[in-house]
């Protein structure tokens, strides 16, 4: 039995683009608790230099460079460059970053929204994008005094956070271009409102045996190119049932990925439909069981990611309204 999951649909952007929009400051020195010193450029990888001390209790956040695009809002879904270092007594280390490439590093920008944490969210929400923010946040503002033990953080550890503010999307952002088709004549039929998941009607032909991609809304921005981070709102249907399994719309949070990735972030059927469209576009893709998700290793992230998984033989349909992207990297949609 072949199994199906969720596609996801995003705003597109280069992240060359994404860092030079909103920017004030392009390069700062900053200071933070117990003398935590951070410099550098926007975008690029900083310089952040913790004192052999033991950290304060207090969180203490500094706005580095001060940008002037867009505040961030709570609600909202954002991609971001940062490094996390582990402030352990008087050590510290490295547990992760996106600058650069490093050991450490997921090479390439992330998008976050959801649950943030306590200390993170309140460091963040209400700054500018283009902005680059210091946060020390102490055990009671991160994971609390259990840590998280998963990623070798203590319950006495301190979290240094130097978070780079690239573009955030709203929960119910949309395609921004011009309508040119609502497909059909032997497709899916998709009707939309600006702000909402689009509604797709299966058509009683059979599913075709290969690869279809049609643009429903032509978007004005850059051509995605492989390598990118694209970021998408979606809507997945079943061709057989018409049974629509998963949407970012559900959730009022885009998903994020890198686009022709090896190995692959995404089924085949978005590495090959989405490169060479443009940002602001809506695409359906209409999916067969090879270029989808039909190998079972793929069902363990669906669940995991979505709460689902959905089996199907004969091919998926999939809305794609493609917004903005940045420079690699992403994790699997479900």
């Not at 209400?126 to 946040?137: N, P, T």
């Not at 590495?271 to 998700?293: F, H, K, N, T």
């Not at 669940?303 to 309204?321: E, L, V």
């Amino acid at each position: 039995m072949r199994r199906f999951a969720a596609l996801l649909v995003l705003p597109l952007l280069a992240v060359v683009v994404l860092a030079g929009c909103g920017s004030g400051s392009a390069t700062s020195t900053g200071t933070g608790s117990a003398g935590v010193t951070v410099s550098g450029t926007f975008g690029q990888t900083p310089v952040i230099k913790i004192p052999a001390a033991k950290a304060g209790h207090a969180l203490a956040v500094k706005t580095l460079i001060q940008g002037t695009g867009p505040v961030l809002h709570s609600t909202d879904t954002f991609v971001s460059n940062y490094a996390i270092y582990i402030w352990s007594g008087t050590s510290h280390r490295l547990a992760q970053s996106t600058f650069g490439s490093t050991t450490h590093s997921g090479s390439s920008p992330q998008l976050l929204g959801g649950q943030l944490l306590p200390g993170l969210e309140k460091a963040l929400i209400g700054q500018k994008m283009g902005s680059r923010i210091l946060a020390v946040i102490p055990p009671k503002e991160g994971f609390g005094a259990s840590g998280n033990p998963q990623v070798g953080i203590k319950g006495t550890d301190t979290l240094v956070f130097v978070v780079d503010l690239i573009k955030n999307f709203a929960g119910n952002a949309s395609a921004t271009g011009t309508p040119v088709s609502s497909g059909g004549k032997g497709l899916p039929t998709v009707t939309a409102v600006t702000g909402s998941a689009p509604t797709i009607k299966m058509p009683a032909s059979k599913p075709p045996t290969t690869l279809v991609t049609k643009t429903l809304v032509q978007g004005n921005g850059p051509v995605v190119t492989k390598g990118q981070t694209v970021v998408v709102q979606y809507v997945g249907a079943i061709w057989a049932s018409g049974k629509v399994f998963d949407a970012s719309w559900n959730r009022s949070q885009p998903f994020g990925f890198t686009i022709g990735a090896t190995p692959s972030k995404v089924i085949p059927g978005w590495d090959q439909g989405l490169i060479g469209q443009r940002v602001g576009s809506r695409v359906m893709l209409v999916i067969p069981p090879a270029e989808g998700y039909w190998c079972s290793w793929w069902t363990s992230w669906a669940r995991s990611a979505d709460g689902g998984q959905f089996q199907n033989s004969n091919g998926s349909s999939m809305t794609c309204p493609a917004r903005k992207a940045g420079s690699s990297s992403g994790s699997r949609p479900g």
